[in-house]
């Protein structure tokens, strides 16, 4: 996806001035190379114990840094939750499709340190990316979670998210069939005004 704003408040290195009750020590900063292995360790605990990733063997921390990489060269964001130096968190939007007609919704991740789940720190990191998503131009967010984690369906519809539909036993972990919930939530102007980039007629429907 080509986006044509990345957040002007922020460089690869900035942070985001947010923070929650019990987190006063935590803040929201776009990744760097050096936080891979921190965020490798959280992703390859998800992989085996939680029910968002489908992997089945964690990445290379080579293939991280790709895909990190591939997310930036598109000027999308990819964030970090920072406890004192400590990665225990880490979010990130990716394209939702790569036909060029899907460039303006992106679907995202997030992912908690297991030692700081249920803590508030998804409830930084989720509002953060949203405007991050919206400073870049995009006009709408998909999130797919398993139908059994409640949390994180708590999490998004508090957000703003609205369920879209459900795919039923679309995924096989830990020895059973799994449901996919689709949640979606509009950016900024949304579709009431055309993408930057169209040079056609625009008529906004009433």
């Known amino acids: 996806m080509s986006t044509p704003n990345a957040n002007p408040a922020n460089d690869q290195t900035g942070a985001f001035p947010v923070a929650a009750p019990g987190s ?27 029910l968002g990733p489908y992997d089945i063997e964690p990445p290379h921390p080579e293939e991280l840094k790709r895909r990190r ?25 990716a394209p939702f499709r790569k036909r060029p ?4 919704t992106v679907e995202h991740s997030i992912y908690i340190h297991k030692d700081h789940q249920g803590r508030g720190i998804g409830r930084l990191l ?4 949203i405007e991050a998503c919206t ?3 995009c006009r709408q967010m998909i999130a797919v979670v398993d139908s059994a984690n409640a949390p ?9 998210f609205v369920r879209a539909g459900i795919l039923h036993n679309v995924g096989f972990k830990f020895g059973r069939w799994t449901d996919s919930v689709f949640l979606q939530r509009a950016l900024g102007t949304a579709d009431r005004e055309p993408p930057h980039d169209y040079r056609g007629n625009w008529a906004a429907t009433e």
């Open 126 to 129: 989720l509002p953060t990316l």
């Open 24 to 50: 006063a020590h935590v803040r929201i900063r776009n990744s760097a190379e050096t936080d891979v292995p921190a965020m490798l360790d959280i992703y390859s605990y998800h992989i085996q114990r939680g």
């Open 135 to 137: 400073a870049a131009g």
């Open 101 to 104: 007609a899907y460039r303006y």
């Open 69 to 93: 990489k591939a997310m930036l060269k598109r000027r999308l964001p990819h964030l970090v939750a920072d406890l004192d130096g400590l990665v225990v968190g880490y979010a990130y939007a």
């Open 152 to 160: 994180s369906l708590r999490l998004h519809e508090s957000c703003g």
